[in-house]
Each structure stands twice: as structure tokens, then as C-alpha cells.
T-cell receptor, first 115, second 114 residues
Framework: AQTVTQSQPEMSVQEAETVTLSCTYD???????LFWYKQPPSRQMILVIR??????QNATENRFSVNFQKAAKSFSLKISDSQLGDTAMYFC????????????FGTGTRLQVFP | DTGVSQNPRHKITKRGQNVTFRCDPI?????LYWYRQTLGQGPEFLTY????????KSRLLSDRFSAERPKGSFSTLEIQRTEQGDSAMYLC????????????FGPGTRLTVT
């Protein structure tokens, strides 16, 4: 069974600064996807960034980048130049597309960006 | 593309009552998923459909829960004889066969059982 662990329940950062959210996972599969989803207060979940396990290169999307360490089963999210609109819950998730096609989520990290 | 929609957005019900939620996926998406999110937790998988076929159900989905997607378009999730432990946010997501790794989420239905 797959598990996803987020050990930081809450984080805070000042606007324009950089923050890193941690995630570890466990899976017996060799082919899988990892995701970071953002859930703003009272708004729907949106995909921030995706990483295919077979790709060694870390994914980047504008101010968002990941540090994917496959051997360590670690998948952290770095947010650069933090903005007030980044305030949200952030969920790390794992997808075993070929066997179960369901997302397994961590418990989330609440990020507060201060002006 | 109007996104995934869910109705109602909020539902308050008394223990023992039945409730039904509706999810309308993005129009060309063939897979539809239901997740449940309790306070302070990440979403947990409940079930998913490919077109009208229900392909997998979580053990979290007790006999009181039933989901349908009768014509392969919208889906309903019914909870019979609700219990206080059913209070949660129920999330629907859908995806296209063209992008199998990307699930688009709806805004959710928040259920409160009193």
C-alpha cells in the first residue's frame, strides 16, 4: 500500500521569501506520479506541480519547483518569491496510475504568507 | 470548459436521514472519482468510475454509501441513515483519458450531520 507523509502541519513565510514544504512517501511500485495540490480557504483543490517518477529532472512551474529524491522517497516543494495568494493548504499526493488510479494524499501543510 | 461542479455545496442533515450529492464532471472526461476529506486530513479515496462502470470501491465505503454514474456523465453519491461520523467534505474529481495523471477537482459538498 502507498503512504504519503507530511510532517509539517503549519508553515509561515514572509512575502517575497522562499519556503520549502516537505513530503515523504512509500510505494512498492516503480512507475508512479507525485503531485502537490493547493487548496485555498473555501476554494477547490488545484494542481500545482507534477513529477513523473521515471524522470530524473526535477519539475518546475514558474515559482514552484520540486526536489525529487527517488532513493530517499522524498518529494519537497519549494515556493520562491512567496505571494499572499499562496496562502493555502498544500497536499502532497502519489498516484499509481497502472494499478489503482487513485490519489493517495498526505495530511497537508497549512502555509501562511505574511505581508 | 466549465470545470467540475458539485451540488449542493453545503448540506446539513439530522442523523438517520438520507442525503444525495451530485457531481458534474468536465464534459469529455471519462473517469470520475469521489473522495472524502475530514477536518485536518487529506482527501481519502472512496470510489471511481470509468464511464458508467464503477471500477473500484474503498473499504471506507460502507453499505450505507452508494454511488452511480448512470449514463457516464454526472454521478450521484448517496448516504443512507447518516451518522455523525459522516460529517466531512465530499470531493468529486474527473479526468480525461488523454491526461491520465491529472484529476480536476470540484469545490466539494460539505456535509454536517447533527
Amino acid at each position: 500500500a502507498q503512504t504519503v507523509t507530511q510532517s509539517q502541519p503549519e508553515m509561515s513565510v514572509q512575502e517575497a521569501e522562499t519556503v520549502t514544504l516537505s513530503c515523504t512517501y512509500d510505494t512498492s511500485e516503480s512507475n508512479y506520479y507525485l503531485f502537490w495540490y493547493k487548496q485555498p480557504p473555501s476554494r477547490q483543490m488545484i494542481l500545482v506541480i507534477r513529477q513523473e517518477a521515471y524522470k530524473q529532472q526535477n519539475a518546475t512551474e514558474n515559482r514552484f519547483s520540486v526536489n525529487f529524491q527517488k532513493a530517499a522517497k522524498s518529494f519537497s516543494l519549494k515556493i520562491s518569491d512567496s505571494q499572499l495568494g499562496d496562502t493555502a493548504m498544500y497536499f502532497c499526493a502519489c498516484l499509481d496510475l497502472w494499478n489503482t488510479d487513485k490519489l493517495i494524499f498526505g495530511t497537508g501543510t497549512r502555509l501562511q504568507v505574511f505581508p | 470548459d466549465t470545470g467540475v461542479s458539485q451540488n449542493p455545496r453545503h448540506k446539513i442533515t439530522k442523523r438517520g436521514q438520507n442525503v444525495t450529492f451530485r457531481c458534474d464532471p468536465i464534459s469529455e472526461h471519462n473517469r470520475l472519482y469521489w473522495y472524502r476529506q475530514t477536518l485536518g486530513q487529506g482527501p481519502e479515496f472512496l470510489t471511481y468510475f470509468q464511464n458508467e462502470a464503477q471500477l473500484e470501491k474503498s473499504r471506507l465505503l460502507s453499505d450505507r454509501f452508494s454511488a452511480e454514474r448512470p449514463k457516464g456523465s454526472f454521478s450521484t453519491l448517496e448516504i443512507q441513515r447518516t451518522e455523525q461520523g459522516d460529517s466531512a467534505m465530499y470531493l468529486c474529481a474527473s479526468r480525461s483519458y488523454r491526461a491520465p495523471y491529472e484529476q480536476y477537482f470540484g469545490p466539494g459538498t460539505r456535509l454536517t450531520v447533527t
